[in-house]
């Protein structure tokens, strides 16, 4: 019950009364279905896009506080990757196939991916919390280049499972839909 199922409700109860007897027609249902699985993705990605805004002004932060030390450089690193994950949500592959395409988006693949959106949804909820916790770190003189690796390692991983995410919606990759 994360944040696809809120998106799934929000958008099936905003179906007007036109809508939902034009559901009944046959083939015109999986293709409305399919345009709202596409609109719960985006909707899910522009969650993600916000939450990984605030991670980005509180890096910014962070590296504001470390000016003049040689940590500013490795925070700036990773915000950059950040800043690349940011990029990389706003731009992901919307799960749109033409009818006379080759590769086809099944409604199943599009569930999928606005499910693991939402997985992804929880890891960049993660990383939000360990930046407070660099930034606090910070704050006290106590930042180290091992906890500032360490959060690098988390932002790797993250941008790791969004690109997994992207090869399957454009057919290079298969199955596994689970972030680790």
């Keep these: 019950m994360g944040l696809d199922y809120a998106v799934q409700g929000k958008i099936k109860s905003d179906m007007t009364l036109w809508e939902r007897i034009k559901m009944y027609i046959p083939g015109y ?5 399919r345009n709202y699985r596409r609109d719960e993705d985006r909707a899910v990605r522009n969650e993600l896009s916000r939450s990984i805004q605030g991670t980005k002004q509180d890096l910014s ?10 940590l500013m450089l490795d925070v700036e690193r990773v915000r950059t990757k950040v800043d690349h994950l940011d990029i990389d949500v706003k731009k992901a592959v919307n799960g749109y196939s033409g009818f006379h395409e080759a590769l086809k988006v099944e409604a199943s693949d599009l569930d999928r991916i606005v499910h693991w959106d939402a997985k992804i ?11 407070e916790e660099l930034l606090d770190a910070v704050d006290n ?4 280049k091992a906890m500032i690796r ?11 499972a969004y690109q997994q995410r992207e090869a399957v919606m454009k057919g290079i990759a298969e199955g596994a839909t689970e972030t680790e």
Excluded: H, Q, W
Aim: hydrophobic share 30%; aromatic share 8%; net charge negative.
């Design 141 to 144: 003189g106590n930042a180290t």
């Design 29 to 33: 249902r999986g293709y409305k279905e």
């Design 150 to 160: 360490a959060y690098e390692r988390g932002v790797d991983d993250l941008l790791e």
């Design 61 to 70: 932060e962070i590296m504001r506080g470390l000016i003049g030390t040689p």
């Design 121 to 131: 949804f929880d890891s960049i909820t993660e990383m939000r919390r360990c930046t």
